[in-house]
């Protein structure tokens, strides 16, 4: 391979690197700034989100941390900061308390759903649903799935909802979809 072969092969390598990384990064967006890898697990990357410190905060209080490391695969509907501010006031000191875990554990876990469900499966879902789609959490109940202009909305057992604001976060062991409400079984 003469040199003007070699400058090109490696030319075009490097413009293959760029775009794989350029579209790694529009498949896996940040959340509140903060870079999230596909080959960290949830909890890894979610430690890493300043929007997202109260969930985390409640993942450790309900002693989930494991769970989210583990293999999965899990895709978690996860409230922002400002979601869990919505709350009535105290709420949050509230469920954070030692005699509180299991309500703790049984609305953390109703963010979750088995396996790894992104936003194109949802909305196939939905469609074949005729404009919604259920999905058991682990917790037990079912959220409820509905789209309209793009949008996602889950609605909760108890009649609330949330909206995907930032969908499709791929992580090792799952996905995250950020939402805007915490959703109450």
Known sequence: MNLKNAFLAASAAAVLALTSLTASAQTNPQVGGADMYPTKNIVENAVNSPINTT???????AGLVPTLESKGPFTVFAPTNDAFAKLPAGTVDTLLKPENKATLVKILTYHVVPGKID????????????????????????LTFTESGGAITITDAKGGTASITTADVFQSNGVIHVIDAVLMP
Do not use: N, Q
């Not at 969930?55 to 209080?61: I, N, R, S, T």
């Open 119 to 142: 936003t194109k499966k949802i909305l196939h879902d939905i469609k074949k649903g005729g404009g919604k789609a259920m999905l058991k959490t682990v917790e037990g109940e079912d």
């Open 55 to 61: 969930l985390v905060a409640a993942v450790k209080a």
